[in-house]
Each structure stands twice: as structure tokens, then as C-alpha cells.
């Protein structure tokens, strides 16, 4: 199986992830942050990766550190239960509406870290999540992961649907690209 367990502790956060890259049942995801928590159950059910969060972070300052440090240890997971990246499908991409709100994400396994996000959130905050903590999740991710992440914002208005959409459409394109389909790696160069 396709497992990983990443237990990050610094001066800021105190996580404990668990991902599963073959199995949907999740153990349970507590951030400290409500609207967080809610992402990450969307990410975990339309991925169909079990997925399993504990953090205690230091959120009475705001959830900055929470957020990023969850992105990298879920990108550092990833990356281990991806191993060598024999047989997967390497890319994935989908556009996904949510309401009035449409958004484009592509994902290359390729290791190499790149994100490219575009997005104009209409309000600052989705209850007390600072909305523009989506990119920085979106930035550890992709950084700890070694994937070149592409999230556009097509259509919204709605802050909570364009979040909501992106999580959802991340979760799909994963699904997709870490998905076995052969058995050799998907690169001329041997290597990803």
C-alpha cells in the first residue's frame, strides 16, 4: 500500500498526517481551523486518499503557520507514498464548477516544484480563514510534494465556492495523476 505518516513539530505547529493513497477511509481531520477542516475533508473524498490530520498550531496568532505547515507535511506524504513514481499516471487535470465558480487545476508529478495560481477572492475572509492563505497551502504544497501545480480561477464570485472548487479539483487531478496505470516511470529520463 501507498502509505505515508508525517509527524512535523517546530516552535509553531504539532502535526500528525497520515495519507493513504489506496484506501478512502480517513481517520479523522482536526486543524484548529473549522474551514480548514472542511477543505481537507473534501480534498480526502474526492481524492478517495485516506487522509488523516491532527494539528495544534499556534492559530491565537492567525492560521498562517497552521495552514502552510499542513500544506508541507501533506506535500511531504505525497511525495513518500509516491516513492520512485513507477507506473503512475503522472498528470492529472480537471474544470470543476461549484455554483458559480469554475476552476481549473492540472497537477505534474514531474518533481519539480512550480505553481502557477490565479485567483481574485471577493472578500478577505470565509468565516476566520484569511482567503489568501488558499495560495500559500496551495505553495507549500506543491514545493513539498515536487509537483508543478496549476490552479486558475475561471468564474466566481463567491469566495467560499472558489475555495471549496479548488480543493475539490486538486483532490480529482491527484486522484487522477497519482493513479497506477503501468509499470515503468512515466518519463524518457528514467527518473521523475
Known amino acids: 500500500m501507498r502509505r505515508a505518516e508525517i509527524c512535523r513539530k517546530t516552535a ?3 502535526i500528525r498526517l497520515t ?3 489506496d484506501g478512502a477511509e480517513s481517520g479523522g481531520i482536526d486543524t484548529g481551523i473549522g474551514f480548514l477542516d472542511h477543505m481537507l475533508t473534501l480534498f480526502a473524498h ?3 486518499f485516506g487522509l488523516a490530520v491532527k494539528c495544534s498550531g499556534d492559530t491565537y496568532v492567525d492560521g498562517h503557520h497552521t495552514v502552510e505547515d499542513i500544506g508541507l507535511a501533506l506535500g511531504g ?3 513518500e507514498c509516491l516513492g520512485d513514481k513507477r507506473g503512475i499516471r503522472r498528470y492529472g487535470h480537471i474544470i470543476l464548477p461549484m455554483d458559480e465558480a469554475l476552476i481549473l487545476c492540472a497537477v505534474d508529478l514531474s518533481g519539480r516544484p512550480c505553481l502557477r495560481y490565479t485567483a481574485e477572492m471577493p472578500s478577505e475572509k470565509v468565516g476566520g480563514f484569511d482567503t489568501e492563505l488558499a495560495r500559500e497551502f496551495m505553495q507549500a504544497l506543491a ?5 508543478a501545480l496549476h ?3 475561471l468564474d466566481g464570485i463567491n469566495s467560499h465556492h472558489i475555495i471549496e472548487a479548488m480543493f475539490k479539483a486538486l483532490g480529482r487531478a491527484l486522484s487522477q495523476a497519482a493513479a ?3 509499470g515503468d516511470v512515466p518519463s524518457t529520463k528514467g527518473v521523475l
Open 180 to 182: 497506477v496505470v503501468g
Open 12 to 14: 509553531e505547529t504539532d
Open 77 to 79: 506524504a505525497l511525495s
Open 19 to 21: 495519507l493513504n493513497l
Open 151 to 153: 490552479i486558475r480561477q
Open 46 to 48: 474526492h481524492s478517495r
Open 143 to 147: 514545493n513539498s510534494a515536487q509537483m
